[in-house]
């Protein structure tokens, strides 16, 4: 299986990110559509994975006031299990700008180990966000 991951740039493909988050986050995991999509989709860089072709996954990252956060990972289900996890995770953090002060993220419990592996390290108390259980990872190699 050929895996390429893109920046967004079009109209287009931010269409197809935000139906692979329907089906995953909404429909899949039963979030409320109000909690997906927030005020922060022009301000986030947006990335789409495609397995041989076909767009399949979907991520963000933006800047916060705490540091950079990664968010809205997400793959069909038909396409887990085969590498684009990792494939998207590798390219939002090649993306991300040079020396940044703190990288976080919130993990569903599921996927810490796919972020454990790029060198997240788990903080703080479990959480609950969007009716899932969460664990808040950062980052372990930034230097200060």
């Known amino acids: 299986m050929e895996l390429k991951v893109e920046k967004i740039k079009t109209k287009e493909q931010q269409d197809i990110a935000f139906e692979i988050r329907k089906q ?4 899949e995991q039963n979030v409320d559509p109000e909690e997906e999509y927030d005020q922060f989709e022009q301000s986030s860089v947006h990335f789409l994975v495609k397995a041989d072709g076909i767009a399949a996954g979907t991520a963000r990252w933006r800047f916060t006031d705490k540091g950079i956060k990664l ?3 997400a793959i069909l289900a038909i396409y887990r ?17 040079a020396d940044p002060k703190l990288v976080y993220l919130h993990a569903q419990l599921t996927a810490i180990p796919l972020y454990s592996k790029y060198g997240f390290k788990t903080i703080g108390s479990q959480f609950t966000e969007a009716g899932i259980e969460h664990l808040k990872m950062v980052l372990d190699n930034i230097k200060p």
Do not use: C, N, Y
């Not at 995953?24 to 429909?27: Q, T, Y």
């Not at 085969?82 to 090649?94: F, N, P």
């Open 71 to 73: 968010e809205r990972f």
């Open 81 to 97: 299990s085969k590498g684009l996890g990792s494939a998207i995770v590798q390219a939002v953090l090649a993306d991300l700008p």
């Open 24 to 27: 995953v986050f909404v429909i």
